[in-house]
């Protein structure tokens, strides 16, 4: 698993102006790539891309890449703009035990949610908009598996890691970052997802994910709890799991 990219000798020389104040033009297109883009990508042009006539996969598969270029995009400010050590966006060497510690969480966390799914649906009825199943059975397993992989890099990076390492270095303080990544990833899944599973599985999973970045620094470490924490919708497109 891996390691964080080569340090290069231009990442040394970097490290020693690692904790200098990011500069203002690129942290504030920074930020706006990173919290306003998905945004546009999901509330704007993903439902015109759906009604597009082309298939549905094509228009889901469209609107992932549009948020693999937003984090391509925030990466491209960070290194070759600013020349900033890859640090700035969260990106740490791992090691095997951080790793495991990472996997053995997302495990957790992901048999978490149908407790909070069942707990959550006798206070709010699920009625209207998305829950785990219905996202498991909107398409081909595949794509599903697509969707979760997308949502466990981009999400990390653009809300979590990306804007507390930022803000962090812009504030001398930790906690403006935490709250704007929190409130920004909630805000995210406003769309699609029922209100009850935002409030009751979104928002205390997102403040976890959170309290785990904070923790550990590492956007690695939190990209492996993401993805196991979400890989049992793939599970449930793919049969081997059933639905709730």
């Known amino acids: 698993m891996a390691s964080a990219p080569r340090v290069?000798?231009?990442?040394?020389?970097?490290?020693?102006?690692?904790?200098?104040?990011?500069?203002?033009?690129?942290?504030?297109?920074?930020?706006?790539?990173?919290?306003?883009?998905?945004?546009l990508v999901q509330f704007v042009l993903a439902p015109l891309m759906l009604q597009s006539p082309a298939g549905s996969s094509s228009a889901v598969l469209l609107s992932q890449s549009m948020l693999w270029l937003l984090t391509g995009t925030v990466i491209v400010v960070t290194r070759w703009w600013e020349h900033r050590p890859?640090?700035?966006?969260?990106?740490?060497?791992?090691?095997?035990?951080?790793?495991?510690?990472?996997?053995?969480?997302?495990?957790?966390?992901?048999?978490?949610?149908?407790?909070?799914?069942?707990?959550?649906?006798?206070?709010?009825?699920?009625?209207?908009?998305?829950?785990?199943?219905?996202?498991?059975?909107?398409?081909?397993?595949?794509?599903?598996?697509?969707?979760?992989?997308?949502?466990?890099?981009?999400?990390e990076l653009l809300f979590r890691a990306y804007p507390i390492e930022r803000l962090t270095r812009l504030t001398g303080a930790r906690w403006p970052g935490a709250l704007l990544s929190l409130a920004t990833f909630v805000a995210f899944h406003l769309h699609g997802w029922h209100l009850g599973h935002v409030l009751g599985v979104v928002l205390p999973?997102?403040?976890?994910?959170?309290?785990?970045?904070?923790?550990?620094?590492?956007?690695?470490?939190?990209?492996?709890?993401?993805?196991?924490?979400?890989?049992?919708?793939?599970?449930?497109?793919?049969?081997?799991?059933?639905?709730?």
């Not at 231009?10 to 500069?23: K, N, T, W, Y």
């Not at 976890?208 to 690695?220: A, E, I, S």
């Open 86 to 155: 890859w640090s700035w966006i969260g990106v740490r060497r791992i090691s095997w035990r951080a790793a495991l510690l990472a996997a053995v969480l997302g495990v957790a966390l992901g048999i978490a949610v149908p407790i909070l799914t069942v707990a959550t649906s006798r206070l709010l009825p699920l009625s209207k908009g998305g829950t785990v199943d219905r996202v498991a059975v909107s398409g081909p397993a595949w794509l599903v598996l697509a969707v979760v992989l997308t949502a466990s890099v981009t999400e």
């Open 8 to 39: 290069t000798s231009r990442d040394r020389s970097m490290s020693d102006v690692s904790d200098a104040r990011p500069a203002v033009l690129p942290t504030i297109v920074g930020l706006s790539v990173a919290l306003g883009g998905p945004f």
């Open 205 to 244: 999973l997102g403040a976890v994910m959170t309290g785990l970045y904070l923790w550990r620094r590492n956007v690695v470490f939190v990209i492996i709890t993401h993805f196991l924490l979400d890989l049992p919708i793939v599970l449930v497109a793919l049969g081997v799991l059933p639905q709730m």
